[in-house]
């Protein structure tokens, strides 16, 4: 390793799968010196989940500044920077960027609980957002403006339609996806569930979430026929579910980048989503997805109802998502914009707002 390798620090979340998360920045950079924070934890202490795990990421904290300190001229990168940096124990020497992944509005609101995490905050030569739009929000957060903007990636060729698409029969339901917990808002979920049933009786609507929000959500709808529960896939599974669906339905209570729609995108998924500006630059240019108000279950519902009656509006909205990923948000894409605000910092070159 060269003193002015960057190094990286970062992990894959227990919950995650194999292809997806942020994580997977990690495999296409191997310029870079890569430091996991899973590889010196024990397996069992890995899948207990991410509160077992993060009992551990101190441990890591000193790993890392041990290895930082010896190359002083390198660039550390914390990946995922709100998870890891626990302690704040960064090395005294070098130059820093971290990745900002959750909220601005709610790091302001755990900012107490943070304070590490805003000391590195304070130091760091460049802070990544995932979109742009949340730059001036950021800025206050942080109290400066050293932000760059870089986008979420997505393994493209792995998150892709089949190569035999099944037509959807005349008489066949709508296929509506809601992945994932982070964020969502499970009392938007249910009233546009009551909404869209109420006029549209052949839907289902298929959650894949945690078992305990799964069966809350049975409970809600009284053992609905159209709706149906799934927790505990695996990466196939997964990807088979997302191919034998229609729709992504996204509601949510906030966004930076979302894995749950870049997959569903990149699988050809026309998208239902909660209208949050985070979030529509990563379709922007496509038609035929529908960003509705939080507070307005109805213009879902509706949406819904249009797909369904449309086919080809469906295929055609999904079509475009998929070309929008393959321009713009490939792994191999992201990755290089890293590279270069690694070189920029390590040159010293002032960022400003993103």
Not at 28 to 36: A, G, I, L, Q, W
Not at 68 to 86: C, G, K
Not at 168 to 173: F, K
């Amino acid at each position: 390793m060269s003193p002015e390798t960057p190094i990286l620090y970062g992990f894959c979340f227990p919950h995650h799968g194999k292809y997806s998360s942020y994580a997977r920045l990690l495999d296409y950079m191997p310029e870079c010196r890569v430091v996991r924070v899973e590889e010196a934890l024990p397996a069992t202490a890995f899948r207990a989940g991410f509160k077992k795990v993060r009992s551990f990421f101190w441990l890591q904290e000193w790993r890392i500044r041990r290895v930082a300190n010896r190359y002083p001229q390198a660039v550390l990168h914390h990946i995922y920077s709100e998870a890891t940096v626990q302690q704040g124990w960064l090395p005294q020497r070098g130059r820093y960027v971290l990745t900002a992944h959750q909220p601005p509005e709610g790091l302001e609101a755990t900012r107490e609980q943070r304070a590490p995490f805003f000391r590195a905050a304070q130091r760091a030569d460049a802070i990544i957002i995932l979109d742009a739009s949340q730059a001036e929000d950021y800025a206050r957060v942080f109290g400066h403006d050293r932000l760059v903007a870089i986008p979420h990636g997505i393994d493209t060729d792995r998150f892709a339609p089949a190569a035999t698409p099944c037509q959807r029969g005349s008489d066949a339901p709508l296929e509506v996806l809601t992945v994932g917990a982070w964020l969502r808002d499970w009392d938007q979920w249910h009233a546009v569930f009551r909404e869209t049933v109420a006029r549209l009786p052949n839907v289902r609507f298929t959650v894949l979430s945690r078992p305990e929000i799964v069966a809350e959500l049975k409970e809600r709808v009284g053992n609905d026929p159209r709706f149906n529960g799934l927790s505990g896939l695996s990466d196939d599974e997964l990807l088979d579910l997302y191919r034998a669906s229609d729709v992504l339905f996204l509601p949510l209570s906030g966004a930076t980048a979302n894995n749950a729609l870049l997959e569903a995108a990149s699988c050809g998924l026309a998208v239902v989503c909660t209208d949050l500006s985070a979030l529509r630059g990563y379709l922007f240019g496509t038609t035929g997805n529908c960003w509705y108000p939080a507070k307005e279950p109805a213009t879902a519902a509706s949406y819904l109802q249009q797909l369904a009656n449309s086919p080809a509006q469906c295929s055609f909205a999904g079509q475009q998502n998929r070309q929008r990923m393959l321009d713009v948000f490939g792994w191999p894409v992201i990755a290089h914009r890293h590279l270069e605000v690694y070189r920029q910092v390590a040159e010293g070159t002032p960022f400003g707002s993103a």
